[in-house]
């Protein structure tokens, strides 16, 4: 029981509209139109929140549950500490400094990683777009269902993952890689689609059932036999085949091969990669295939077979 009132109240001006710190006050927090400039020697205490504004970090330290809304960051130094989020409107250009642990790309957000660092648990939210031309994440990106990780260059860690093995929708977690390094123990879950056209992808390439994994090259080889030739630019071939190898070269020249097996377990050689029958493999030219590429030159002197490769065999 008892009464809720609410008043209009008109807001004053947000001053000053520059801050550059660590020469002025320590401000609570940013409001629309304030521009905060960070520099070696300034320090923001946790929980601080920056809401229609733009922070330009080139040093210093922010401290734990920095939240922005609709803000841009920039960052070419500095530290960000751990549990840092960026909600929907904003953009976090990240060129250097390091951000620590459990960073996440709220839906409607976008973050660029050019350099710098993120720390361990960087997750792509439902309705973010992550960009990754450099820098790197120290280890697991995971990419949600409704996500997109564009991957050109920098490094991406170990334990990465994308879709939700409980996904219980049509909607889709997308990594395109077309440069750049992707971990061991990349996994695929349901909902969860990799395409593949460039870059370095480590040992432990893992498919669950209802992912995809979508590679783009210049020429394929499945347990040996050259599907090249059989192959029309652009038109995907799905791979039905397991505990064979699927070796070959990407669209950007890169030599690549991953073991097809249908157990995550191998009794000679532990944990290795895994393609569940029930995940999508597709193999596709470019539109100008070297198709010549294995002519003349065996497979041995172009690529390195992987240590994980399965039993051989259809």
């Known amino acids: 029981p008892g009464t809720l009132t609410l008043t209009a109240a008109s807001i004053p001006a947000a001053t000053p509209g520059i801050i550059n710190m660590p020469a002025d006050p320590l401000p609570l927090g940013l409001r ?3 521009t905060l400039n960070l520099a070696a020697g300034g320090t923001l205490g946790n929980s601080f929140a920056a809401v229609g504004a733009e922070m330009n970090v080139s040093g210093g330290v922010i401290g734990e549950n920095l939240e922005i809304y609709n803000s841009v960051l920039n960052m070419t130094g500095g530290s960000i500490g751990r549990e840092s989020y960026a909600f929907a409107g904003s953009t976090v250009n990240l060129h250097g400094g390091a951000i620590d642990l459990l960073f996440k790309a709220e839906t409607g957000s976008t973050v660029n990683v050019a350099g ?4 361990h648990s960087f997750a792509a939210l439902s309705g973010s777009t992550v960009n990754i031309s450099g820098g ?12 997109v990780v564009n991957i050109s260059g920098g ?32 996994a695929a879950y349901k909902g969860g689609v990799l395409n593949i056209s460039g870059g370095t992808v480590g040992e432990y390439l893992s498919a669950y059932p209802g992912s995809e994994i979508n590679v783009v090259g210049q020429a394929f080889m499945l347990d040996g036999i050259d599907l090249t030739g059989s192959l029309l630019a652009g038109i995907p071939l799905t791979i039905t085949d397991r505990d064979i190898v699927l070796e070959g070269v990407l669209a950007d020249g890169t030599p690549f091969s991953f073991g097809l097996n249908s157990s995550r377990h191998d009794p000679l050689l532990g944990i290795v990669g895994f393609f569940d029958p029930d995940a999508t493999l597709t193999v596709s030219l470019v539109p100008e295939p070297i198709s010549a590429i294995f002519l003349g030159v065996g497979m041995g002197g172009v690529l390195i077979r992987c240590r994980e490769s399965g039993p051989r065999g259809r």
């Open 32 to 34: 629309q139109g304030q």
């Open 116 to 119: 710098g660092t993120i720390g």
């Open 136 to 147: 790197g994440v120290v280890e697991e990106l995971e990419a949600l269902i409704g996500s």
């Open 155 to 186: 490094t991406v860690g170990q334990y990465s993952e994308a879709g939700n093995p409980f996904a219980d929708d049509d909607t889709f977690a997308v990594v395109n890689m077309t440069g750049g390094v992707l971990g061991d123990r990349f």
